[in-house]
Every structure is written in structure tokens, then in C-alpha cells.
T-cell receptor, first 121, second 115 residues
């Protein structure tokens, strides 16, 4: 699993409570991503990071924030959880250097963590 | 909006048969098209990928066919096995600019291979 762990693996919480999910990598890669997986929608990008303290929004970022204070950890926070945020959350890392404008010449693999199943009641 | 559309949502085939999953994309800036395989309770894992300068890529029983003019690509699984039963996702990305490796995924196809 390319040295990616997610915690917790399962969580049940109530509407309105804050929730933080943690992604930890042992590979020292620069690029990290948070996706959510929902039936009929595939995986959708929430936020991503291209370095320590460098983050940006993805396709479905409303209601989520992230932080990356060190290379190995990427935290996803739901400030006030809602039932619509019930989902399976995956963290991923990219093993490549996505320097702006770089032309890729080989496979570009994203390694995914095992996921966190979050239920908001 | 969904920039990558995948079909069918589910697929049932008999052991030994051919499984075919199709994807269509809208963004002509996409230049890398991977397929991911996901087993229950696990994260997706890269299965095979193609760049648009070739029309077909084969790895074992898995083949990607790519039609740039139609903006479509498909995954063919030959001699499908029960162990291939999983959810399959197509994806796309634009390697240039400030994409930072962000993937756009299709909706997923649940494949069941009966023994």
C-alpha cells in the first residue's frame, strides 16, 4: 500500500460535530490528495496538497478544510459534519514530480490508502 | 459536471467471457487515461493506463482501446475470472499546467464474474 495509512478506519458521528481524518505516508512524497467515494459518483477530489502548507481545493471542497504541516501528514477536517458527508474517504499520494508543464513519459501512479468509512447521523 | 462518463454501472459475465467497460471524456486536454481496480474494503489500485499517442495497450488479459477522435476509451478483460470481480474505475488527467496529478474519475462499474 505504498506506506499509506488512514485513521480512523471507521467513524460514526453526529450532525454538527467536527471530524478530522488523518492520512499518513512513510514515502516522503510531495503530492497528496483526499477523495470521497459515493455510489454513482466514483471518486471525487476534495482537496489536494503539493507541498508542506501548500494546498488547494478540488471538485467538492465545500464543508471541508485541510492542513499539511509536515510532509508525511495530510489532515482532512469536516468543521461541522452533515449527513451528506457520509461517505468513504480515500487519501492518495503521487509518486511523481508534477512540476508545472512537465511532459510525462511514463506511468503516473497514484497510490491509495485503505479508506475511512464515515457515517454522520 | 462529470467530465468522464463510464458505463455500464454493473456488469455480469460468465467465467471465460469478455468484460467490456466504456468511458467517454469531454476535456481534450486530458492526456493520460488510467484504469483502477478496487476490491471491497480496499483502496483503488492502478490496473493499466494509456496515453493518447497509442490506440491500444495490452497487459496480460487486460487491454485498453483508445479512440482519440471519439474521445472514448474502453477496458477489455479477456477470459474473465471470478477473481476479477471488483469495481473498476476509469480516470483521466491533464499532465501539463498546474494539474498536480489530479485525477478525474468515472462513476465506476461493478463487475461480477460467475464461475
Amino acid at each position: 500500500d505504498a506506506g499509506i495509512t488512514q485513521s480512523p478506519r471507521h467513524k460514526v458521528t453526529e450532525t454538527g460535530t467536527p471530524v478530522t481524518l488523518r492520512c499518513h505516508q512513510t514515502e516522503n512524497h510531495r503530492y497528496m490528495y483526499w477523495y470521497r467515494q459515493d455510489p454513482g459518483h466514483g471518486l471525487r477530489l476534495i482537496h489536494y496538497s503539493y507541498g508542506v502548507k501548500d494546498t488547494d481545493k478540488g471538485e467538492v471542497s465545500d464543508g471541508y478544510s485541510v492542513s499539511r504541516s509536515k510532509t508525511e501528514d495530510f489532515l482532512l477536517t469536516l468543521e461541522s459534519a452533515t449527513s451528506s458527508q457520509t461517505s468513504v474517504y480515500f487519501c492518495a499520494i503521487s509518486t511523481l514530480d508534477w512540476t508545472s508543464g512537465r511532459s510525462l513519459s511514463s506511468y503516473n501512479e497514484q497510490f491509495f490508502g485503505p479508506g475511512t468509512r464515515l457515517t454522520v447521523l | 459536471q462529470q467530465q468522464v462518463k463510464q458505463s455500464p454501472q454493473s456488469l455480469i459475465v460468465q467465467k471465460g467471457g469478455i468484460s467490456i467497460i466504456n468511458c467517454a471524456y469531454e476535456n481534450t486536454a486530458f492526456d493520460y487515461f488510467p484504469w483502477y481496480q478496487q476490491f471491497p474494503g480496499k483502496g483503488p489500485a492502478l490496473l493499466i493506463a494509456i496515453r493518447p499517442d497509442v490506440s491500444e495497450k495490452k497487459e496480460g488479459r487486460f487491454t485498453i482501446s483508445f479512440n482519440k477522435s471519439a474521445k472514448q476509451f474502453s477496458l477489455h478483460i479477456m477470459d474473465s475470472q471470478p477473481g476479477d470481480s471488483a469495481t473498476y474505475f476509469c480516470a483521466a488527467l491533464n499532465a501539463g499546467g498546474t494539474s498536480y496529478g489530479k485525477l478525474t474519475f468515472g462513476q465506476g462499474t461493478i463487475l461480477t464474474v460467475h464461475p
